[in-house]
């Protein structure tokens, strides 16, 4: 029993890491999808969360087969129910991913905005897309000085969205309804794949750490935009 | 020890419901504070959100002791793991109804917006606290006439969240980038608050009839604005 245990529990594991490398790869292309206005990339990202959604709901219901049929304790509960968790934030920064590709693919053949504004969001989209790679990296070998990383850079993606609305609403650069709406909605979605990597990074270190209070190995607890 | 275990799943029930009822008292208060620019309810509702998160701690702890030392199976651990589920839904919509205070408290003493867009994003809030408050209603009652209302009412903030785009970018409503700013986050807001609750009904429902395919009782089985 311990041991179809041992190999189930390695199987989730395996299953969250190929869930993180698609997640990252749609982050990936999206932001690649909005920089270079690329039709192409933005459908696959599209087409891809089906994936995504459906390698999911298989850990979900592994994870909810172990908890019924092996019921774990201690470590191994945690672990499996960290699992759980982690699937769920993962399956929703694909859907996030989707969103910004929506936006590209609702702009092409134009970019989603101009000047500063466009520049912005790809700095944005480029930033969200090295988190979630670096959450991907922590899910593989619990380096933990990723989960700092990862905490500043979601830091860098909140100030980024306060330029945004700096640009729009202050500096009132130039934008015409649509890119104002869209450049919101992107903004909102790059942000909130910051904070999904940073609580997912946390929830890797509580797991690696035991540490209930894995937060305080970051500098700033805040993990969402008020 | 079976005489306990109901004991502390009628607690975590009796925890969820208290809950549901704290949110669907912010998100009501959000909405008001939206609608006659209420900075005091505004208030209430920012200051109000620490004791949501408090309680939903709670209960997250209760549930994991549960799957730790109780070892449910079948009907009671579904219960368990649906329970945890539901009470990070309702933090998360707490937290919804938050930002849609911090929108009200920053427009003060003006409205959000004005004309047809202030009263599209009133009707979006007014829509949204109906729904929460059936959530409520369904946790309380297992009546899953619910559902299908619920599932309906969020359709109907679906496309109202579709107008408020429309009057932005199609009709071109005056507003400065700031209103527009507002009602672009706004109307995300409250429609996710929808999807919340859409999602938390289904949940309810899988629990109540156990069919893991509660989605047929309902019309449309979008959860998710694309």
């Given at each position: 029993?311990?041991?179809?245990?041992?190999?189930?529990?390695?199987?989730?594991?395996?299953?969250?890491?190929?869930?993180?490398?698609?997640?990252?790869?749609?982050v990936?292309?999206?932001?690649?999808s909005?920089?270079?206005?690329?039709?192409?990339?933005?459908?696959?990202?599209?087409?891809?969360?089906?994936?995504?959604?459906?390698?999911?709901?298989r850990?979900?219901?592994s994870?909810l087969?172990?908890?019924?049929?092996?019921?774990?304790?201690?470590?191994?509960?945690r672990?499996?129910?960290?699992a759980?968790?982690?699937?769920?934030?993962?399956?929703?920064m694909?859907?996030?991913?989707?969103?910004?590709?929506?936006?590209?693919?609702?702009?092409?053949?134009?970019?989603?905005?101009?000047?500063?504004?466009?520049?912005?969001?790809?700095?944005?989209?480029?930033?969200a897309?090295?988190?979630?790679?670096?959450?991907?990296?922590?899910?593989?070998?619990?380096?933990?000085?990723?989960?700092?990383?990862?905490?500043?850079?979601?830091?860098?993606?909140?100030?980024?969205?306060?330029?945004?609305?700096?640009?729009?609403?202050?500096?009132?650069?130039?934008?015409?309804?649509?890119?104002?709406?869209?450049?919101?909605?992107?903004?909102?979605?790059?942000?909130?794949l910051?904070d999904?990597?940073?609580?997912?990074?946390?929830?890797?270190?509580?797991?690696?750490?035991?540490?209930?209070?894995?937060?305080?190995?970051i500098?700033?607890p805040?993990?969402?935009?008020?």
């Open positions: 029993m311990r041991t179809i245990f041992r190999q189930d529990l390695e199987e989730i594991g395996d299953g969250l890491l190929h869930l993180g490398t698609l997640v990252a790869t749609a990936d292309k999206a932001a690649r909005l920089k270079e206005a690329d039709l192409q990339l933005a459908e696959e990202v599209i087409v891809g969360d089906n994936e995504i959604d459906e390698l999911e709901e850990i979900e219901s994870c087969t172990m908890l019924a049929l092996q019921q774990p304790v201690a470590t191994d509960l672990v499996v129910v960290a759980l968790r982690m699937s769920a934030t993962l399956e929703r694909g859907d996030l991913a989707r969103h910004v590709a929506f936006a590209a693919r609702g702009a092409y053949p134009n970019h989603v905005a101009n000047g500063e504004l466009q520049e912005t969001l790809v700095k944005m989209a480029d930033l897309s090295t988190l979630v790679h670096k959450l991907v990296s922590l899910l593989e070998d619990h380096n933990l000085e990723l989960v700092t990383e990862i905490a500043n850079e979601d830091n860098q993606l909140d100030a980024l969205l306060r330029d945004t609305f700096d640009l729009l609403i202050r500096q009132q650069v130039p934008a015409n309804r649509q890119q104002v709406v869209d450049a919101v909605l992107l903004s909102r979605f790059l942000e909130r910051g999904h990597s940073l609580s997912g990074a946390k929830r890797v270190a509580y797991l690696v750490t035991g540490d209930l209070d894995a937060s305080a190995l500098d700033d805040h993990i969402e935009m008020d």
